[in-house]
């Protein structure tokens, strides 16, 4: 069982969100959380892998509040739905845990002409927590958690090619993927001080899941030697999503220090700093700015 540590916090009444929930580190969030008591909506893509997750979660929590969303985060139009399927069937939202990931061989474009991990991995949880702000709000205090990755560090935005537009690395757009959620976060955290909705971000750490696949023969080696287990990778997202002692604190990077497998993770010294560019107000406005047109969300008031 994965502890946050809090052995008897519960979150019965809470309604929580995990996008990308039918696998990896996602589905380890939602069990997570569905062991708290909390009533869960996992959001997948694919009707039977999420059905599959949503039985195998129900089945090791004995948590009956589970509920499953469909939708592909690559399609715009979809997000919008999820948000109004939403809001038909739940009057609050606790938790947002915004997942969903992807890594692509090649550069593909969504049906929106978007590039394909710019739209799901950074796009997708702009516009679903926007989309979702005012429910939040009227169910404060609530959280919103980002997953993103140290990988960040390793890169600077460039702005011409956030799409892959002139050149295609998937680990550079990856990593530049991971970068616009910190500094998203961030600016988020800080349109929504005294709101009662706090934002924070969090490195699951280097993790053994599907989002490596296709891989080597010695990749896989490598990873299963040295990557942590899902529920390990899913440790600090709980943490996040649920520490009481968390009550309040918003505008953070959280990542593990502890890289190697069989290292135990402690949350409670995860606190860490993120790149230098992820602090700049002026990118995180034009991050900001560029995320509203691709969304058509341009006249967002908060
Ligand atoms: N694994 C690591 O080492 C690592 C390290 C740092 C950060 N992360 C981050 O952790 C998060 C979870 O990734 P993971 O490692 O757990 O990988 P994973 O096992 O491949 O899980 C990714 C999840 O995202 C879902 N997803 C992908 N594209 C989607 C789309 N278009 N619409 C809706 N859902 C979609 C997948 O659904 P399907 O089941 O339908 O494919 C799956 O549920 C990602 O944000 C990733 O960047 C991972």
């Known amino acids: 069982m994965i502890s946050t540590g809090l052995s008897d916090y519960r979150m019965?009444?809470?309604?929580?969100?995990?996008?990308?929930?039918s696998s990896g580190i996602g589905k380890e969030i939602a069990l997570g959380l569905a062991r708290l008591g909390a009533t869960i909506v996992l959001v997948c893509r694919d009707a039977g892998r999420g059905q599959a997750a949503l039985a195998e979660i129900q089945r090791s929590s004995g948590n009956n509040s589970l509920d499953l969303l469909l939708a592909d985060l690559s399609s715009q139009k979809q997000i919008r739905k999820l948000a109004k399927d939403f809001r038909q069937k739940y009057r609050a939202l606790h938790v947002l845990v915004n997942n969903a990931g992807i890594v692509t061989q090649t550069r593909c474009l969504s049906e929106d002409g978007i590039e394909?991990?710019?739209?799901v991995n950074y796009l997708a949880y702009f516009?679903?927590?926007?989309?979702?702000?005012?429910?939040?709000?009227?169910?404060?205090?609530s959280r919103i958690v980002n997953i993103t990755s140290s990988i960040h560090k390793s890169v600077r935005l460039d702005f011409s090619n956030l799409q892959g537009e002139k050149r295609f690395n998937k680990n550079l757009i990856y990593a530049q993927n991971k970068l616009a959620d910190v500094?998203?976060?961030?600016?988020?955290?800080?349109?929504?001080?005294?709101?009662?909705?706090?934002?924070?971000?969090?490195?699951?750490?280097?993790t053994a899941t599907r989002i490596w696949e296709p891989s080597s023969r010695f990749m896989d080696t490598l990873f299963k030697t040295f990557m942590k287990e899902p529920a390990e990778g899913a440790r600090i997202p709980l943490y996040l999503a649920t520490s009481p002692e968390l009550e309040g604190v918003t505008c953070r990077y959280y990542q593990t220090r502890q890289h190697l497998k069989r290292s135990r993770v402690n949350p409670a010294n995860a606190a860490a700093r993120s790149s230098r560019e992820t602090y700049d107000k002026d990118?995180?406005?034009?991050?900001?700015?560029?995320?509203?047109e691709l969304t058509g969300l341009s006249n967002t008031t908060i």
């Open 183 to 206: 500094i998203f976060t961030y600016e988020l955290a800080r349109r929504l001080e005294n709101t009662g909705v706090t934002v924070t971000c969090a490195c699951p750490g280097a």
């Open 283 to 292: 990118i995180a406005k034009r991050l900001w700015q560029l995320s509203e």
């Open 116 to 119: 394909i991990m710019f739209a």
């Open 127 to 141: 516009l679903l927590s926007n989309l979702l702000l005012d429910v939040l709000k009227a169910s404060a205090p």
């Open 12 to 21: 019965e009444g809470q309604v929580c969100m995990v996008t990308g929930a």
